[in-house]
């Protein structure tokens, strides 16, 4: 089960993907039904990472990997995320939990 929020985040690539909920996830086709290749991820709030290359009937099934990020690489791909996206004082960005790092992305859309 996975704990919303979550990020996708596409190999070799800087941009994520801010996931709101279950409802988001289930509504957009562009997030269900892309095709994901076997090193993009899907991280939860809760840090665990799932593989987003299972599909049933068209729709992707996310598959938790048994993986999980911790906090300090999370950030360092939301910093990244910011200054792709033209934010400023980057090296700031701080949040004391994977939620909180998590509202930075949503606040970058």
Same mark, same amino acid.
């Given at each position: 089960?996975?704990?919303?929020?979550?990020?996708?985040?596409?190999?070799?690539?800087?941009?994520?993907?801010? @996931?709101?909920?279950?409802?988001?996830?289930? $509504?957009?086709?562009?997030?269900? /039904?892309?095709?994901?290749?076997?090193?993009?991820?899907?991280?939860?709030?809760?840090?665990?990472?799932?593989?987003?290359?299972?599909?049933?009937?068209?729709?992707?099934?996310?598959?938790?990997? $048994?993986?999980?990020?911790?906090?300090? @690489?999370?950030?360092?791909?939301?910093?990244?995320?910011?200054?792709? /996206? $033209?934010?400023?004082? @980057?090296?700031?960005?701080?949040?004391?939990?994977?939620?909180?790092?998590?509202?930075?992305?949503?606040?970058?859309?």
């Amino acid at each position: 089960m996975i704990n919303w929020p979550a990020i996708i985040n596409h190999t070799d690539d800087a941009e994520l993907v801010y @996931v709101s909920d279950n409802e988001q996830w289930d $509504g957009d086709a562009d997030l269900n /039904s892309f095709e994901y290749i076997a090193t993009d991820r899907l991280i939860d709030s809760s840090g665990r990472i799932f593989n987003m290359t299972d599909r049933e009937e068209g729709v992707v099934k996310p598959k938790a990997t $048994g993986d999980i990020i911790e906090l300090k @690489v999370i950030l360092g791909l939301v910093k990244a995320h910011a200054a792709q /996206s $033209g934010s400023c004082c @980057v090296a700031k960005l701080y949040a004391p939990t994977i939620r909180e790092a998590y509202k930075i992305v949503e606040s970058l859309v």
